[in-house]
């Protein structure tokens, strides 16, 4: 089994250019797609309220870098004098590189739904101005 790099925005963010497609689509307007697609536009507003809970709870809790950093450093003296983990528990190198990016920003899933929805517009230029919908 394979774990994505970031699991804590892979969702959301594939989620949302899912509905950003069928949202889009030039068949409608933004409000006929509101008015026939209510449940995926309800879809899109829980991903934004979880986006903007989760950034909540990271502001109100600044010491989680730290906390990260900790836990880093002590599997970094495990690994080198040779203790035993629970290797299932354990993030590996790589995907601990990419949550501390992640965590860096103050807002980070704000900013990987931005920058997800930025990528969309600009991976298709098709998509009429008009047809996108006012969010």
Do not use: W
């Amino acid at each position: 089994m394979t774990v994505p790099l970031n699991p804590l925005s892979v969702a959301p963010k594939s989620s949302l250019r899912c509905l950003l497609d069928v949202l889009t689509s030039s068949s409608s307007t933004p409000t006929q797609h509101l008015e026939q697609k209510q449940s995926l536009a309800r879809q899109f507003a829980h991903i934004l309220h979880f986006t903007l809970r989760f950034d909540e709870l990271k502001m109100t809790n600044p010491a989680i870098q730290n906390d990260f950093s900790y836990y880093r450093r002590t599997i970094s003296r495990m690994r080198i004098n040779n203790l035993s983990a629970d290797a299932g528990n354990e993030v590996n190198n790589e995907m601990a590189n990419r949550m501390s990016l992640f965590y860096a920003s103050a807002t980070p899933m704000l900013k990987t739904l931005s920058d997800a929805t930025s990528k969309f517009v600009s991976d298709n230029p098709d998509v009429p101005i008009e047809n996108r919908p006012d969010f």
